[in-house]
């Protein structure tokens, strides 16, 4: 059964514990947060107690672990902690913490779910937001194996299937079929690290503070115990035994299939970072944090395509453009018989709207076709990419300097004909925020209140030379 309105937590509950990475110790505590707050982190060792929202668009790094950034702030490590809330059902908490990333506590998501347990959970005032996958979202890579899928569900299920060639892994299997399972079947597993990994991690200045009471470590093949003690000292970590192929330590597994599991237990962490609970049913294989968070940036963009038509613009021809055709020519170099935006009536930090008004003159109508005038479908994505050129550029200094070009189009799909007499409506919606020059974005085209193109679009903005 879905449950119907936002959750929260009764009371503020802290642990403390060592972060896995950097070996801080480290405060972390979770406090009830009011509707619509969603998954924050507050780094409160920092001035000005930088605010980070826990959303797929703020991952920065997803190499042993999730780390988000936002407002110059960052903090890493975060998915075991989302995994119990989202696992648990909640929808919104602010977790203040004292350090650069969360507390390992374990390796799994458990004692931060019974730390939920603990602190209690209230239902809220308002209704919950789902995202309902009508049709499947994939993210795929070919070159390493990974494949992960949503389909239509009306619940959250998923499927994990791992394979690392490991004789002593073998193809590992898990299944959570309801969150209500979350705390008995999936929150106790840990994180795990073959031992020939180790050395690596630790010169990369990883796994600091890592040992065998929060982590799995697997021997592919019989070690001298000479290379176990040196290990060991590298961790500061004596007395360990030696041991044959299998796992180090003599650690007993919670699970037969735990490393699946705590797989599993990542990618609920990483698809919290879609900032809705899903209903849907994901079936991975070979996840990890990068495969994971690509995925729920998928999914994100999909809720902000939803949400965007549903805002069909309004264009009200009486009042002032934003920017005019003049405007216009100081931010974009294209000129007749390829400027295809002549007015801006509207542009905020993450939308802008353009008009293009199609006549009869327009000289393509001279061969497409000549009994019959059809605006050309590459024009129509020349002008939504037009438009996101002016949200893009429209605020930069010098945009003369400056100009945007296509690195992809994709999803386009034309759902009428433009014709002469028709005015266009070209909305571009910021995807995800821009890194390094590159930009996401979303783009539609109206005539009235008729959709007629939509489609996803990546550009790189490049200064021009001299």
Not at 373 to 390: D, F, I, K, R, Y
């Amino acid at each position: 059964m879905s449950i119907k309105n936002q959750r929260t937590l009764a009371r503020e509950v802290s642990l403390k514990g060592k972060g896995l990475h950097s070996g801080i110790d480290v405060t972390i505590t979770f406090k009830p947060a009011p509707v619509d707050h969603g998954y924050k982190f507050c780094r409160i060792d920092m001035p000005g107690k930088h605010v980070i929202r826990a959303l797929a668009e703020n991952v920065t790094e997803t190499t042993r672990g999730t780390t988000l950034e936002e407002n110059g702030a960052s903090v890493a490590t975060i998915e075991h902690v989302l995994a119990a809330f989202y696992g648990m059902n909640l929808d919104n908490v602010l977790v203040e913490l004292d350090g650069p990333e969360a507390p390992i506590m374990g390796g799994s998501a458990m004692k931060f779910t019974e730390a939920i347990i603990e602190a209690g959970i209230v239902e809220q005032n308002s209704p919950r937001k789902y995202f309902e996958v009508k049709d499947k979202i994939v993210y795929s890579d070919e070159e390493h194996g990974v494949d992960l899928i949503i389909y239509p569900d009306d619940h959250l299920s998923i499927n994990v299937l791992i394979d690392y060639n490991s004789k002593i892994l073998g193809n590992q299997y898990a299944v959570l079929d309801r969150k209500d399972d979350f705390a008995k079947d999936i929150a106790k597993s840990r994180t795990f690290v073959f031992f020939h990994e180790l050395e690596p991690l630790f010169k990369a200045g990883r796994i600091k503070g890592g040992d065998l009471d929060n982590a799995i470590v697997i021997l592919e093949k019989e070690v001298p115990q000479s290379e176990i003690d040196r290990i060991a000292r590298m961790f500061d970590k004596p007395n360990i035994n030696a041991h044959e192929e299998g796992i180090l330590n003599n650690t007993a597994l919670r699970y037969p299939n735990e490393p699946a599991r705590h797989k599993l237990l990542d990618l609920i962490g990483d698809m919290a970072l879609v900032g809705q609970h899903i209903k849907g049913k994901i079936v991975a294989t070979r996840p990890g944090h990068l495969a994971n968070t690509r995925l729920a940036r998928l999914v994100r963009q999909e809720i902000k395509k939803s949400a965007s038509k549903k805002d069909v613009p309004v264009y009200d021809p009486t009042v002032e453009p934003v920017y005019n055709i003049e405007e216009i020519k100081k931010r974009l170099r294209h000129r007749y018989p390829f400027l295809m935006v002549d007015k801006v009536i509207y542009k905020d930090e993450n939308t802008v709207v353009g008009i293009k008004n199609i006549t009869f003159n327009e000289y393509f109508f001279q061969g497409h076709f000549p009994e019959e005038s059809v605006m050309p479908g590459v024009l129509l994505v020349e002008s939504m990419a037009q438009v996101g050129g002016m949200l893009v550029l429209g605020d930069v200094e010098d945009p003369e300097q400056w100009s945007t070009y296509f690195l992809k189009i994709d999803k386009v799909k034309f759902k009428r004909k433009v014709v002469p007499g028709d005015t266009l409506i070209i909305k571009l919606d910021m995807s995800e925020p821009p890194r390094r020059g590159i930009v996401y974005m979303y783009g539609q085209i109206y005539v009235g209140n008729n959709l007629v193109v939509e489609g996803e679009m990546v550009a790189q903005v490049v200064k021009n030379k001299e």
